[in-house]
């Protein structure tokens, strides 16, 4: 029987990684099924059972379950403890083992696909859920100078930062206090704006010579973070698209044994994207 793996979250009907996996295994030559489960955040642990019970083998986890996602893990990796979040989930006897990939697929696109070096850089994190988490600490470790950590809901920053555990390094800030804050060398936007509709309202200010502006999403839910970005003379500005792509890689290796070629998959993509209008 064909292995079986899946994307939880909630939505999931736009996601590419179905598309993504199917490449990485004609590629590499494996045979696994992949399909999406939609579950809203009450119906995941039940969704997540009734996978395990039909014999999956794997899985990814998206917005909004990966804070939940390591709660129903047995056991699971160093970074995703670090982070509170999992968005890799591998089958391991009876139970799941929960990794995180998100922060080292965002450094890896960022270091090697398009040669930013990120020491050294005071960072702007805007949004604290489940895909926040999951990249601080590969930021981190990448060397950045400072993490300043601004939410809407600023009790979720104040508990993603002490949960960093480096107070000298990492800070919490209210949204209110963005127009006050010193420009900075790195801004993540991590927030799901996008998905609710919602307006971001960035000031300028926040940018300097050397900013590099980074969404975690792609195409659409990317277009007004980095429209804004560019309009503010960032000196670049980048989508998700290889952050997903890298991620995915790193979840395949650790299902399959064996890492994928990133680079032809991506390149495939981000030319839909610019078919598509998209990007």
Known sequence: MVPRYALFGHPVAHSFSPRIHGAFARQCGVAMDYALIDAPAEGFAAALADFAHAGGAGGNVTLPHKVSALAL??????????????????????????DNTD?????????????????????????????????????????ISELVIVN??????????????????????DWSDLDALDSFDLIVNATSAARTHASLHLPPSLVGR????VDLGYGEAAHDFLAWARSAHCQDALDG?????????????????????????????????????TD
């Open 73 to 98: 893990c047995d056991d699971a990796s160093p970074r995703a403890r670090r982070a509170g979040a999992v968005n890799t989930l591998v089958r391991r006897g009876d139970g799941w083992y929960g």
């Open 103 to 143: 922060g080292v697929g965002l450094v890896r696109d960022l270091a090697t696909r398009h040669r930013h070096d990120l020491r050294g850089r005071r960072t702007l994190l805007l949004g604290a859920g489940g895909a926040a988490t999951g990249i601080t600490p590969a930021m981190l470790d990448a060397g």
């Open 152 to 173: 809407r809901s600023p009790e979720r920053a104040n508990a993603l930062a002490d949960t960093l555990g480096e107070p000298g390094r990492v800070h919490a800030r």
């Open 210 to 213: 050397n900013t590099l502006a």
């Open 241 to 277: 698209l290889g952050t997903l792509v890298e991620q995915a890689a790193e979840a395949f290796a650790l299902w399959h044994g064996t890492r994928p070629q990133t680079d032809p998959v991506y390149e495939l993509l981000r030319h839909e994207l610019l078919v598509s209008g």
